[in-house]
């Protein structure tokens, strides 16, 4: 349908658009202004997630399938909102150690162990290497589609050196080389393939939902119409969970997706190593999942089209994306389809392919080249261009060994399968490495242990099944077993043969591999620089911010020999800067002629981490110092002096809090007993004065009845003086003494029934002929209701005529007292036209010592002490007396529970 030149154009044109995209991007990033560094960018780049598989394998498994093609992106969907526990740790881990590949995170983790980063390495390159070439195998078909719509062979047979797939590799190893591995440091920021990635995930969405509203809404007339077809065709039963074990299929297939998305090279350079502020963690929560349902909301429409449109046999399901543009003539469309899954093959492989570099240069070449004596002496100014070519040599050699295993076992499976495989293989480091990070009991022979065995299942179950299908290997070992044994038949170990095959082989691998790890760590014994690293490694949020102080080294250091292996590395000006930089942290001086503290040696080998990897940095510092062995028994002393130290703050910090809180309450004792003492010494006051007068008054007249010629009629006047004012001592010690009583919670109420109305009329009766001598109006304005209250109707009324009494005495002209419900309480008011209390002095009105700590306010008639005694009295009875003023009047207000349900309410009487 299309020439190999025009194809070609294209082709080529959209790798030259990455090369001016990443080429942008870093010519931005050296003028500071970052684009990676936006949240989005973060998120968007963890999309290369979806390769060619989401691109047309999805499509493909959902045709044979139906719904379960769901569960390698419902997992990572369902882990997202864990990032920022389990990922935030690993981000925050890798930036303080500057770890550089996920061979390099458990290397560092298990004392820095260059074999077990080296097993790492090897067996990611067994695992990725197949799925690196599916994403060629996805290119070439759909290239070889482009050219001839009806055919889908492969070009298998023709040399390499006329296979278009073989130059697109090379052109991929260049750009490659090219925008990652720029800076020696494998933990620098690949700015210009982060963009180019991130640029590919909205290109391949587009695309991809391009194609699916072209076949959903212009070849069928809608999601209804295009699924009637495929209900009438007998595609229903893909709706729905195949299988008696669906569910069990549901949640393996879901479990493995969850680990793929954290630890497959691809998604731990892009997650961890690319990341530049954990906080865009928060965005890629939620966009990352919303990615994922975009670019999958067309799947089932195109996979069921393609059965229902296309004649059975005619394109493989894996194809229906391309074919359906191609076979309607749409060809910029197709053309839009083609490039949308180029991109997502060459993210996959661009990001791939460097991690696996950074792998191979730090964990295999340079400490194979390292253990050649004399041969670091020899080359220490050239080490770093050593390392740079090493990896750049690796990229090639890679995609190589990729395009080789496409044309010699890839072709013959479909793009699903060989996908999962490799994730199957990958999973088998999560067990080391989440244990690593919680557990610091985890152990390097239990993690060597734990994977090696994984493998070794996962090989057999699942990549020897394939060997046999290819015809390396006899088909009876697949019926019958090895040697005849059926229970160890490779798809059905022990029996168990009612899982998928890819189910079936994560079951047993990543059983096993959990179960050696744990058990082999329980019962061997950790090295004291494992010991140090998994204490780091599980307190990271902890010990973060005090890093090299944290780890604990032993040994003899000179700074020369330290900055010379630095130089050979970083370069002098890296090296000066990483010098001045430790200096402002620490407050320490660097002297080249003195030896290094552990701190800095510390520092040292963790900037040559980010270059080379944790495991040759211990090497290459291990050259140069004269590092001590320590014991167990020294880093427990450590260990135990620092907890030690940390427990005696933390118990020093406890006491000076409580001795803070203590002190303030004693303050607020001490100012609460001068203030009682200032009211005794007023209370006393205000009592002798109060005293004082009626007494003063009984002696004056009582000398005056002496007089023997006092008239009889004066007599009697004098007499009744005597007895009034005797009577007002009386209601004033009375007073004291009910102020006390109440204090000291010794006043006890007598409740009974009481008719609350009738009581408030007789309190009324009671005063009303003072009110009429007064020439004031007295109103009543009540509202029925039950008759019975418990009250005690003494103190009741007590207060009732202290109100009214007081309210006689500034009023002006009227008088009233009100009686209504409010909520679940009766209130009861006494309101007067008088001048009112000023509003400063409203808080202290119901206080027993108002009077004698407002010397300069009006004094009324009276003790002063009647509000105080009023409150007690409705606080006794579990209500509250208040005052303020309205519209020219004062009132005060009584609130009292209501005992029996709200009756009808009615307004009565008018005194």
């Known amino acids: 349908m299309f020439s190999n030149l025009l194809i070609i154009s294209f082709t080529f044109g959209y790798l030259a658009l990455l090369f001016a995209i990443a080429w942008f991007s870093e010519k931005k990033a050296k003028t500071g202004r970052k684009l990676s560094n936006h949240p989005a960018i973060y998120a968007l780049s963890l999309a290369v997630y979806c390769t060619a598989w989401t691109y047309y ?231 990352f999942p919303l990615y994922l349902l975009l670019i999958n909301l067309f799947v089932l429409p195109i996979a069921f089209g393609g059965m229902v449109y296309f004649p059975e046999g005619l394109f493989q399901s894996d194809t229906f994306v391309l074919a359906f543009p191609l076979a309607l003539g749409e060809k910029w469309l197709a053309i839009l389809v083609y490039l949308g899954g180029f991109s997502a093959a060459t993210g996959m492989i661009i990001v791939s392919t460097i991690a696996l570099s950074t792998m191979i240069s730090n964990y295999l070449v340079m400490p194979i080249l390292l253990s050649f004596p004399g041969f670091q002496k020899r080359n220490q100014h050239r ?72 493998f070794a299942i996962w090989f057999y179950t699942l990549v020897l099944p394939t060997m046999v299908n290819v015809g390396y290997f006899s088909e009876s070992l697949l019926q019958h077993g090895p040697f005849g044994l059926s229970f160890l038949r490779p798809e059905a170990l022990l029996g168990l043969s009612d899982l998928s095959y890819i189910s079936h082989g994560l079951f047993f691998s990543l059983a096993m591999n959990i179960f050696c790890f744990v058990g082999v760590s329980l019962f061997t014994i950790q090295s004291s620089k494992e010991h140090n690293q998994a204490v780091v490694f599980v307190d990271i949020f902890r010990l973060s911010k005090s890093m090299d102080s944290s780890v604990v080294w032993k040994g003899q250091a000179y700074l020369l020999d330290l900055k010379t292996l630095l130089t050979n590395f970083l370069g002098e000006k890296k090296t000066a800067k990483a010098f001045k930089e430790f200096t402002a942290s620490t407050g320490k001086r660097l002297d080249e002629k003195a030896l290094a503290d552990p701190e800095f040696v510390n520092y040292s080998e963790r900037l040559l981490s980010g270059v080379i990897g944790a495991a040759s940095a211990r090497i290459l510092v291990a050259s140069v110092v004269k590092e001590e062995e320590i014991r167990m028994e020294e880093v427990l002393d450590i260990l135990k002096e620092s907890s030690e130290i940390k427990a005696l703050n933390k118990e020093l910090e406890a006491k000076s809090r409580e001795l803070k809180k203590a002190s303030k309450k004693l303050q607020e004792l001490i100012q609460k007993l001068q203030i009682n003492d200032l009211l005794k010494d007023e209370f006393i006051s205000t009592v002798t ?223």
């Not at 013959?412 to 293989?425: K, N, R």
């Open 57 to 287: 394998g999805s499509v493909g498994r959902a045709a044979t399938h139906g719904l379960d093609f769901l569960t390698i992106y419902i997992g990572p969907s369902l882990a997202a909102p864990l990032w920022w526990i389990v990922l935030r740790k690993i981000i925050r881990i890798s930036k303080v150690q500057n770890i550089s590949s996920i061979a390099d995170f458990i290397a560092s983790r298990y004392g820095k162990n260059v074999t077990l980063g080296g097993m790492v390495t090897i067996l990611s390159l067994v695992g990725i290497l197949p799925y690196i070439a599916i994403q060629i195998k996805a290119v070439s078909s759909s290239f070889q589609m482009l050219q001839d719509s009806q055919s889908f062979d492969l070009a298998l047979g023709i040399p390499f050196f006329q296979d278009t797939a073989f130059y697109l590799s090379l052109v991929l190893a260049a750009f490659t080389i090219l925008f990652g591995t720029r800076a020696i440091e494998a933990t620098a920021k690949h700015e210009g393939m982060v963009m180019a990635v991130a640029f590919e995930s909205v290109f391949k969405l587009i695309a991809f939902l391009a194609v699916g509203v072209f076949v959903s809404f212009f070849v069928f007339e809608g999601f209804g119409d295009l699924f009637n077809q495929s209900a009438q065709q007998g595609l229903d039963s893909l709706f729905t969970l195949q299988g008696e074990n669906g569910a069990m299929e549901w949640f393996l297939m879901g479990l493995l997706s969850m680990m793929a998305v954290l630890f497959l090279p691809r998604q731990f350079q892009m997650g961890v190593i690319e990341n530049t502020s954990e906080k865009h963690i928060d965005t890629a929560m939620w966009l």
């Open 383 to 454: 080490l770093g261009q050593i390392l740079l070519f090493s990896r750049r040599l690796s990229i090639l050699l890679v995609i190589l060994a990729a395009y080789s295993y496409y044309h010699q076992v890839a072709a013959q499976f479909t793009l699903v399968s060989i996908g999962l495989i490799s994730f199957v293989a990958i999973a088998q480091f999560a067990p080391a490495l989440i244990g690593g990070i919680y557990w610091k009991q985890a152990s390097r022979r239990g993690a060597q242990t734990g994977i090696l065995v994984g």
């Open 689 to 911: 004065h109060e005293m004082k007068t009626p007494i003063t008054s009984i002696r004056a007249f009582s000398e005056i009845i002496k007089e023997d010629e006092l008239p009889e009629e004066e007599r009697n006047r004098f007499l009744e003086i005597i007895i009034q004012e005797t009577e007002r001592m009386s209601r004033l010690i009375d007073q004291v003494l009910d102020l006390e009583r109440f204090d000291s919670g010794k006043q006890k109420m007598n409740l009974r029934e009481v008719d609350l109305l009738e009581l408030i009329r007789e309190s009324a009766e009671s005063i009303r002929q003072v009110m009429v001598e007064k020439g004031l109006k007295f109103e009543l304005q009540l509202a029925e209701s039950i008759k019975k209250q418990n009250l005690d109707p003494d103190r009741i009324k007590q207060v009732l005529l202290n109100l009214l009494s007081n309210a006689s005495k500034f009023a002006r002209s009227e008088v009233k007292i009100k009686a209504q419900f409010e909520g679940n309480s009766w209130t009861i008011s006494v309101w007067d036209d008088g001048p009112g209390i000023p509003s400063e002095e409203i808080p202290y009105i119901f206080d027993k010592f108002f009077q004698a700590r407002n010397q300069n306010s009006k004094k009324p008639v009276g003790s002063g002490l009647g509000l105080a005694i009023s409150k007690k009295i409705i606080e006794s009875h579990q209500g509250e007396l208040s005052v303020d003023r309205k519209n020219e009047w004062t009132y005060f207000e009584i609130k009292l529970p209501i005992l029996i349900t709200k009756p009808q309410e009615k307004l009565t009487q008018t005194l």
